[in-house]
């Protein structure tokens, strides 16, 4: 029981709501063009949550296996600090998450295209590269995350590529004004690891992990954090601008209050005080993409 208790808080559940944002809002704003796949969009999300599941597992074991994970880090306790699960318990579960968002992936694809096309084999191509980096992250002997490249992935898998994927998968084709909102959710979740890597950055020092924020300081992360989340916004007002949908179109400026209460707390807290403000921007980011999708239906 203790072990499967540790095995689900290994998948980091309150990560995968803001893994999804970016589902809900392709999916929202093709909609709001007249194309929508109800399988589609629930095949997009199963798969989504098993890949961020599988890069939270992968993150564990990696970071545990450099030493990262150690006694001074001021996150949760995981697993393998905790001496609950082994590396052959991550192991098995990475196995099991890859496993099925390979065929979670081919079947969404399969059900979205009906036949092998281009377009279906980059779908295909898209997604075994998202596999590909969501193990590679923290794992192997060179990983991304550990020279500053973690902000890019998490802008192009969770930003670009979940909100356009699933535009593309409900229309089969994009227009270039799409790259706004796309852009703009690229933006809130990049800002989301920047809030844990400003709280771990000490640790992460230490241990030879070179995250933006160890990179460019404390201070300059904070200004970093406020140009995102200001970019985000001025993106979405862009889209609106240049794909008129009524007032309705910006109704995302409704979630702007929360997103400055955050931007109050980022100038104040440091260290453990962040912790809770991953949750708070994570929720707010999945209201922004509500609200923004919801503007461009009605």
Excluded: W
């Amino acid at each position: 029981m203790k072990k499967l208790k540790y095995s689900i808080r290994s998948f980091r559940l309150r990560t995968l709501p803001l893994s999804v944002a970016g589902i809900i809002l392709g999916s929202m704003l093709a909609a709001g063009d007249g194309f929508f796949n109800t399988p589609v969009f629930c095949l997009a999300i199963f798969t989504t949550l098993c890949l961020q599941i599988l890069s939270n597992i992968s993150n564990d074991l990696g970071d545990a296996l450099k030493g990262t994970d150690n006694e001074q880090r001021v996150g949760p306790i995981r697993a393998l600090q905790a001496g609950v699960l082994t590396t052959c318990d991550y192991r098995r579960l990475i196995r099991i998450f890859a496993l099925l968002s390979v065929i979670s992936g081919l079947t969404l694809v399969c059900i979205a295209f009906r036949s092998l096309t281009y377009k279906s084999i980059l779908m295909l191509f898209l997604g075994g590269t998202a596999i590909v980096a969501a193990l590679k992250y923290t794992m192997g002997k060179n990983p991304y995350g550990y020279r500053g490249l973690g902000d890019l992935f998490v802008f192009l898998f969770f930003g670009l590529l979940s909100t356009l994927g699933a535009y593309f998968l409900m229309r089969h084709s994009l227009g270039i004004l799409l790259l706004l909102p796309a852009t703009a959710l690229g933006f809130l979740t990049t800002a989301v690891l920047n809030v844990n890597n400003i709280r771990d950055m000490e640790n992460d020092a230490r241990c030879g992990k070179n995250t933006i924020p160890v990179k460019i300081g404390e201070k300059k992360a904070r200004i970093y954090h406020c140009i995102l989340i200001c970019g985000a916004f001025i993106c979405m007002t862009f889209y609106t601008l240049f794909h008129p949908n009524g007032i309705g179109g910006f109704l995302f400026f409704l979630s702007l209050p929360l997103f400055s209460i955050h931007l109050s707390k980022m100038l104040t807290l440091s260290g453990k005080s962040l912790d809770p403000q991953l949750k708070f921007l994570s929720i707010s980011t999945l209201l922004f993409a509500l609200l923004s999708g919801v503007g461009q239906i009605f």
